[in-house]
């Protein structure tokens, strides 16, 4: 698969016949899952679309059922910035329904499998874009991460996952899940192209009232000689798997070779970001997916009056998942339980916040796991609490506003990938990247 850099320089022909045959290896691996559709919107280089991010004239859906039949009436600010750049949405694809979830499975079309393995999860909840560019049916892809929805599954996929600072990227037309969580972010087969596709979809815009105003970008700064201060955690990652903990000692090696200088540094338990994190998303996610009710956009079902019309349409609509992550967010924003859950929560994503800010004061930037373990197998995650401490390295990122970057380091004896993320003071994507581009380098993975 050609990068996106060597995309950009194809002549109108090339680019064409680089389409056609695209949609041949496409069509060749639908067991993959991982395209809901293809919907060649242009013609400009393509990328793929995660189903919850608004093309003008697709179906839109979010992986649920309670949308199908939606046709977006406008294209998300990153749409039109990736049009304006000569990009074009080229298909769009599965997801966990919402956003809610980890391993795809929770999607209205099925599952998503991981092209390294096909027992294995891609990740979640952008599971099809991971699997899409690691299998090479897409050049490059966009994500959202609200709790590591980009990081987990590239570090599955054996990709590159990068999350923005919060703002950096215009949330306008991103179905929201969690509003002070989410964002888009790119998906790439390397570092040099995560950095070209964050450039053309950063900056600006006055449809987002939470977006930053400035427009800096990276990809021509790019500078992986940069000699940086990098912190390690030893005790951290003690929860997680010998593979993984493998894997973080080969990167720490490859970044003390490359004269980095690296500072031990210690975090409080995971545990109080799990609580902080679902009790703030759920909440959030509750009022979001409130407009869903049947009569404005999507999936109907006509009840005896009203009410019964809003309960059978959300009934019928929503999966499993999500009505539990409702349920989850109505009763910690309930009387009586508001101050004891959801305000607490936010206490200590301020410590969060401030646990960052100090760790910042000594160091450019953070190398963490992504995941406690690797890819594991459909089925092995026997209960949602499961599932919801898997996130336990990347849901801090979110609850503090930073940018991260995930990016493939190994694979274990069996080929699954292994992905570490950086993680950088809040925008400071320059750095960021350029970090992981030193790293990238020095390690030398190859899909």
Known sequence: MITLKEALLLSKDELNKFKKDLKAKIQARP??????????????????????????????????????????????????????????????TNMDEFAMGSTTESSFYGKTLNPHAEDC??????????????????????????????????????????????????????????????????????????????DIISGYDEKDSTS??????????????RKLRIAILPKYIENASQDVKNAYAKAVQALKDLGHTLIEKEMMDAKFDISAYYITATAEATTNLARYDGI?????????????????????????EVKRRILLGNF?????????YYVKAQKVRHL??????????????????????????FGELSNPMEMYLS??????????????????????????????QLIAKAYDEQTLFDGALSLERAIGYTN
């Open 332 to 340: 910690v924003l309930s009387s009586g339980y508001y101050d004891a």
């Open 31 to 92: 067991e993959l899952n991982a395209y809901i559709d293809i919907n060649d919107a242009g013609d400009g280089i393509p990328i793929a679309i995660k189903d919850n991010i608004q093309v003008k004239d697709w179906s839109i859906t979010s992986g649920s059922n309670i949308l199908q039949g939606y046709i977006a009436p406008y294209n998300a600010t990153v749409i039109e910035k990736m049009m304006a750049a000569g990009l074009t949405p080229f298909g769009r």
């Open 296 to 320: 404005r956009y999507g999936n109907r079902v006509v009840g005896k009056n009203l009410e019964e019309t809003f309960v059978q349409t959300r009934s019928n609509g929503f999966g499993d």
């Open 352 to 377: 969060i916040k401030e646990e960052y800010a100090k760790i910042f004061q000594e160091v450019d930037l953070i190398l963490s796991p992504v995941a406690p373990s690797v890819a594991n197998k």
């Open 212 to 225: 930053l105003q400035s427009d800096d970008k990276v990809y021509d700064k790019l500078d992986a000689s």
């Open 121 to 198: 999860v891609p990740g979640g909840s952008s599971g099809g874009s991971a699997a899409a560019v690691a299998a090479g049916l897409a050049i490059a892809a966009l994500g959202s991460d609200t709790g590591g929805s980009i990081r987990q599954p590239a570090a599955f996929c054996g990709i590159v996952g990068m999350k923005p600072t919060y703002g950096r990227v215009s949330r306008y037309g991103l179905g929201a899940y969690a509003s002070s969580l989410d964002q888009i972010g790119p998906m790439t087969q390397n570092v040099e192209d995560a950095a070209l596709l964050y």
């Open 391 to 420: 996130d336990i390295y990347t849901i801090s990122v979110n609850l503090a506003g930073l940018p991260a970057l995930a990016l493939p380091i190994s694979k274990t004896p069996n080929n699954m990938p292994i992905g570490l």
